[in-house]
Nanobody, 116 residues
Framework: QVQLVESGGGLVQPGGSLRLSCAAS????????MGWYRQAPGKQRELVAA???????NYADSVKGRFTISRDNAKNTVYLQMNSLKPEDTAVYYC??????????WGKGTLVTVSS
């Protein structure tokens, strides 16, 4: 069983920055894709950003140019750098790991609140 632990959330003013981290309890050797998702109150969970084993990335249109996903395989950690934050970025952010073979794992989430 793989555990994912997110950290780095908090309260930030509009225009500010945060960096989220997702630490995996097991090696990322078998990882196919790592992703960050978010869920705002009353809304469905949505994909924010994803990074493949080869390093290819994709982003939701709403965060392109503001957010950057990266991974450090040596630390079994994936990051989400969030800049120019807006109130509409407020949500619980979740990390998801998709392994080769079809297994998916989710973290418990970290709350990001963008407010003045």
């Amino acid at each position: 069983q793989v555990q994912l632990v997110e950290s780095g959330g908090g309260l930030v003013q509009p225009g500010g920055s945060l960096r989220l981290s997702c630490a995996a309890s097991r090696s990322m050797f078998s990882v196919n894709v790592m992703g960050w998702y978010r869920q705002a109150p009353g809304k469905q969970r949505e994909l924010v950003a994803a990074i493949t084993r080869s390093g290819s990335t994709n982003y939701a249109d709403s965060v392109k140019g503001r957010f950057t996903i990266s991974r450090d395989n040596a630390k079994n950690t994936v990051y989400l750098q969030m800049n120019s934050l807006k109130p509409e970025d407020t949500a619980v952010y979740y990390c998801k790991r998709s392994d080769y073979g079809g297994m998916d794992y989710w973290g418990k989430g970290t709350l990001v609140t963008v407010s003045s």
